[in-house]
């Protein structure tokens, strides 16, 4: 049930995927079968299409094997960070009112209790033993009894990931399920296969935690077209080259930090490798600085592209090395959607004008369980917007100007600051707060906190370590900010709104 179905049939002991570090080899065929297991268990546990499966697991090799198992049951899968504390976690598992939730043995977050704070209603398994303390099966163990035949009726399923929230809570993206049989094209295979290039002969790199949207989604295509994929269990510069060299990678995706951090090597340690396999490196996430990327274009050649989307996936631009030094610092034209840029009232505005970017004819999400969200991303034409800031050239080429709601992109991980301003409100001693990105010279921001006190004597380093503490204890660490000033008083519109800008403008260069 992959596409195309000459994957599997033309060599099932083809790789399709292995493990970095590890070493793993799954096949096209191993693949099939495990996913039909995968398959028949979800079944047999009684979920119907279109319920949802929560997933809490590092890179590992039983997390692809079970998303093409849920790709082919009709259901809809949502993978969470690693890095959210119990509180967000829970938060998500119910949100998307998970029948089904899968956890790996070994995470620290297991430290906080939070199989105790999960749903009745969800029904847990732990991949590895450590779930028996808890009377949760083993998920490898129930998979391995199922049959590795394809099921009854194999349904076409889909990811619903969670993209935060500028009010503090994640929110999970959800598009309509296909309603068609398992393993035909889908939208993302038709949409990224011919732009970057993903067929049988691809051999790709996932250097990112696969929890995220995009490490996830062009996996799985490359799979599903026929391809072999390399994921990394962690990222490191130096192993991310050598493996290029050694499996002689012909694609990869990365954020710009890790692009900072293979520059710093050593010259001499980066020209010792050979990576002319290297066909396509594409970027996104995060802004790229353009003395970064002018590096690694003269280091790797005219093969690096970068694109733009969301989560939502409402629009994508994408742009190549030769249309980027003809129009350096774009983020190129639109791929999917037709672009607009509008203004606070949603009207198209004139081309070279700031505004929102919108996009008209892309596919249609929805916020799962919050239509005032949803509706927030539409103006009168029912265009939508994930609410960046940039303007059109006259050639149609996008430029992004600001970013949703002041979001903070450390390291290509989003983060926004409305969570980390909800958690200093609530100390005894903070009147009001302003969390913003700070320029970093290796994650591109890192986040700050600027805090009024309700009693300004209180103000001091032990205040800033006990605000610090505060925070972590409520939040994933890297949410949290890094460091805390103090202000007497914080600028507010007469509105009440935060002037954030005037914040943000003490601290990056004018």
């Not at 967000?88 to 939730?101: P, S, T």
């Not at 594409?282 to 003395?291: G, L, N, S, T």
């Not at 009168?380 to 430029?399: K, M, R, S, V």
Request: proline share 6%.
């Amino acid at each position: 049930m992959l596409f195309p179905l000459q994957a599997l049939t033309a060599d099932p002991q083809k790789v399709a995927f292995q493990m970095c570090e590890g070493g793993e080899r799954v096949t096209f065929g191993q693949l099939d079968a495990r996913a039909n297991q995968v398959a028949h268990l979800v079944t047999r546990l009684g979920l119907q299409p279109g319920d949802h499966v929560a997933v809490l697991m590092g890179n590992c090799r039983e997390l692809l094997e079970l998303c093409f198992g849920l790709d082919r049951s009709g259901v809809y899968y949502t993978l969470i960070s690693t890095r959210l504390t119990a509180e967000e976690i829970v938060y998500i598992v119910a949100d998307c009112g998970a029948r089904l939730f899968v956890y790996a043995t070994g995470l620290e977050v297991l430290d906080q209790g939070l199989i105790n704070k999960l749903p009745e209603t969800t029904r847990c398994f732990c991949l590895g033993d450590g779930g028996a303390r808890h009377g949760h099966g083993d998920w490898a163990a129930q998979c391995a009894t199922e049959p590795v035949t394809p099921t009854a009726v194999p349904l076409q399923g889909a990811d619903m990931l969670y993209s935060s929230g500028t009010t503090g809570r994640p929110k999970g993206v959800l598009w309509p399920l296909p309603k068609t049989p398992a393993g035909q094209r889908t939208m993302l295979v038709a949409l990224l296969s011919p732009l970057f290039g993903y067929d049988a002969n691809s051999h790709y790199l996932s250097t990112a935690p696969l929890y995220h949207a995009a490490p996830l989604r062009h996996s799985m295509t490359v799979i599903k077209m026929g391809g072999t994929v390399t994921v990394m269990e962690r990222f490191d510069a130096l192993l991310a080259l050598q493996t290029i060299e050694r499996l002689r990678i012909t694609h990869s995706q990365w954020v710009p930090t890790m692009f900072v951090r293979m520059l710093k090597l050593d010259p001499a340690v980066r020209a010792q490798f050979d990576l002319s396999s290297m066909k396509m490196a594409v970027h996104a996430a995060a802004p790229c600085p353009v003395d970064v990327k002018e590096q690694m274009i003269e280091w790797w050649g005219p093969i690096i592209h970068e694109y733009y989307a969301g989560t939502e996936n409402n629009g994508f631009c994408s742009i190549t090395t030769p249309e980027w030094l003809a129009h350096k610092g774009s983020v190129g034209r639109a791929s999917q959607g037709v672009l607009h840029i509008c203004d606070d009232e949603g009207a198209p505005l004139a081309q070279g004008e700031s505004g929102a970017v919108y996009f008209a004819d892309g596919p249609q999400f929805t916020y799962h369980n919050d239509p005032e969200k949803t509706a927030q991303t539409r103006n009168a034409q029912g265009w939508t917007t994930l609410g960046d800031i940039g303007y059109l050239d006259e050639q149609g080429y996008l430029y992004l100007v600001d970013r949703k709601a002041f979001m903070i992109i450390s390291g290509g991980v989003n983060i926004y600051p409305q969570e980390a301003e909800n958690v200093l409100l609530q100390h005894p001693k903070v009147l009001d707060a302003a969390v913003i990105g700070v320029p970093n010279p290796d994650w591109g921001e890192e986040v700050k906190a600027v805090v009024q006190l309700i009693n300004d004597q209180d103000a001091g380093p032990a205040l800033a370590d006990e605000l610090l503490a505060f925070c972590r204890h409520h939040l994933a660490d890297f949410k949290c900010p890094r460091s805390i000033d103090f202000d007497p008083e914080l600028p507010r519109l007469p509105t009440g709104k935060l002037y954030k800008k005037l914040v943000k403008q003490r601290y990056w260069p004018q």
